[in-house]
């Protein structure tokens, strides 16, 4: 157990939705990643905030927006999903910035969209 | 473009041999490397790291060697065991940004 969790752990939804996906770090770490995985994209980067603040963005699409609460949980939302946004999502945290500590990965949350 | 690839997309080993994954990358600005390892239905799992400053770092049964003339990485895993079984990324940052990119991954498949 990394210590991160996320919720939900399976969404099943229908093209043309929006959902959030949320995200708690380990207790005392700052930063927090999202991540997307999928089979023939591998794992890609999506976007990172650091105490609040957004601090660097991958391959986020426009219709994914993401944010940082003062109690450091994350919420990534998805909206007007497409069949191509199946896959699993995984948040990480750490200590701090800059990205040179080790991310703990949370279990994921696999998005089916229909 | 900046690139994160592996050299081999699986390997398959006999349990107590060594195994070699490879990693090669593109960006030259990189400063810092890590590998992780995920098991079947789990996230990534933090394996070991090494900054640029390093060629090689050993951990509990496994060792990094950064080759910065080529740009190559690998990863050893001494003695392997069957719960070594999974797939291997390996991750790079540095530059002007701190988003990480990952490898496509490598499947390790120790047979008993």
């Known amino acids: 157990d990394s210590g991160v969790t996320q919720t939900p752990k399976h969404l099943i939804t229908a093209t043309g939705q929006r959902v959030t996906l949320r995200c708690s770090p380990r207790s005392g770490d700052l930063s927090v990643y999202w991540y997307q995985q999928s089979l023939d994209q591998g794992l890609q980067f999506l976007i990172q905030?650091?105490?609040?603040?957004?601090?660097a963005k991958g391959n986020i699409l426009e219709r994914f927006s993401a944010q940082q609460f003062p109690d450091l949980h994350s919420e990534l939302n998805l909206s007007s999903l497409e069949l191509g946004d199946s896959a699993l999502y995984f948040c990480a945290s750490s200590v701090r910035d800059p990205l040179t500590s080790e991310q703990f990965f949370g279990p994921g949350t696999r998005l089916t969209v229909l | 473009g900046e690139s994160v690839g592996l050299h081999l997309p699986t390997l398959s080993v006999q349990e107590g041999d060594n195994s070699i994954i490879n990693c090669a990358y593109s960006n030259s600005a990189s400063d810092y490397f890590i590998w992780y390892k995920q098991e079947s239905g789990k996230g990534p799992q933090f394996i070991i790291d090494?900054?640029?400053?390093?060629d090689k770092r050993q951990g509990q049964r496994v060792t990094v060697l950064l080759n910065k003339t080529v740009k190559h990485l690998s990863l050893q895993i001494a003695a392997t065991q069957p719960g070594d079984s999974a797939v291997y990324f390996c991750?790079?940052?540095?530059?002007?940004?701190?988003?990480?990119?990952f490898g496509k991954g490598t499947l390790l498949t120790v047979n008993p």
């Open positions: 905030y650091y105490n609040g603040e957004e601090r």
């Open positions: 991750a790079e940052s540095g530059g002007s940004n701190y988003k990480l990119t």
């Open positions: 090494i900054r640029s400053n390093m």
